[in-house]
């Protein structure tokens, strides 16, 4: 059969453009379809993290001895190996040397901008500059620059299928031939029914919950209803990164403030409060009723809440302080935030044990008195007590989306896989729409962005030797 093209890539964002980056380089002709009026998808709209081991970055910042088994090791771990060990690999070899494609092609990762970004000690989030249109323009520009042809507004429909292998896509009424199509159309978070159906841990909050992706409309789970339609399988059920909010708005608030002191219904703490969202948001939503309270006096308030500084770690300029007085000030007056004179009464207000509530916050006090947080060890520049009425709860949930997990099942070659196992002839995908790249715990910051990356230029480059292939076979 003639193709239009030797790939197809269903999806325009940073896996997608590193697929079409890599074909076009060995040789094959592409085209990126995207439901969008723009390239850059989610990587766009991200803080622009790269999660990656031994890196020139790394060494110009003076950290030494970092490496792709460490990082492996760590990976796994953190995910109690409820991950596909030979893709994780791929990604941890991956990781390093595509931190140094991205800055051949123009991204600037800044060494003062390397942060631990995982729950170990090593330093291996790294920040770009212009956060993700830093990653996403320099692919832009470097599929531009190699004449890959895309097509925006334009949302694929379905695959085309025959003989036992997909061969291309139909979309605005037309069909779209391609020896090999690659699927990178990104996670579910803009839809509801795939948020029930895919992630009922994030769906339980109900009007809580929303997605970081709220900016990119199409960013609606198009890549798992393809995948299905040709009898795709479909893992990582249930899992994806959720943030913590206060639930004011649709307004990114991934690290809480340290100033509080966050308590269960039980009255009781169970994280330390400046705890990364690689573990913060699971814990909260094992608690009983999934949630939270972070309780405070008036003078920590007064003293403490309008140091934002804490809001951006990664430097992405993106985050929007919500816990800063005068907003509390507002919440307070409409109700959304609880108020009492004593612990006991405030306690009672919002259903939490008012005697466990009275004696956590003596062990605390007694703590932060002696400058030291025995029961969590929580730092911060300053620590504060809980013991000056009157006295606020402020209810927490995990309800932000900021990765969502599900998706097609896949292998180490960027296959996707049938629900036997089997790759399906002609069908690859790479970034949020694979459903073997999150297990029990978001590793770190850049655990998105660096894998969708690495994955979609592997994707590429498998699919390019594929399509080249099947050109000399009808040749």
Known sequence: MATDFDVIIVGGGGAGLAAAIEATKLGASCIVLEADTKLGGATALSAGVFYAADTSVQREAGVEGDTADAMFTYVMAVNQWALKPDVIRLICDESGPTVEWLRSLGTRFIKEFLVVSGVDDMPRGHSSEGAGGGIADALINAAG????????????????????????????????????????????????????????????????????????????????????QVGAGIAGHDTGLLLPTSGVGKFVEAFLPPWIMMVNEDGRRFAPETSSYTVCGYLINEQTNAHAFAIFDDPTMLEASNDSSYLDPYNSGLATPTWEEATLRKRIASGDVKVADTLVELAAKCGIDGAALV?????????????????????????FTVETGPFY????????????????????????????????????????????????????????????VILGREAGRQAAVEALSHREAVA
């Open 145 to 228: 620059a190699l004449g890959v042809q895309t097509a925006l507004g334009t949302r694929v429909e379905r695959l085309l299928f025959e003989d036992g292998r997909v061969t291309g896509v139909h979309a605005g009424g037309m069909d779209l031939h391609g020896a090999v199509t690659i699927i990178t159309t990104g996670g579910f978070g803009n839809s509801p029914e795939m948020i029930a159906k895919h992630f009922p841990t994030a769906a339980q909050h109900g009007s809580w919950t929303w997605a970081v992706h709220d900016p990119a409309p199409f960013i609606l789970g198009d890549g798992i209803t393809l995948g299905e």
């Open 359 to 383: 004696e956590t916050a003596r062990r605390y006090n007694a703590d932060i008195a002696d400058g030291v947080d025995r029961q969590f060890f929580k730092k911060a520049k300053k620590l």
């Open 393 to 452: 709860a402020v209810e927490v949930k995990a309800a932000i989306i900021g990765v969502t997990g599900a998706g097609l099942d896949a292998d180490r070659q960027c296959r996707v896989l049938d629900t036997h196992g089997v790759a399906i002839p002609g069908l690859y995908g790479a970034g949020e729409v694979l459903g073997v790249l999150q297990g029990k715990r978001y590793a770190g910051g850049g655990f998105s962005i660096g894998p969708a």
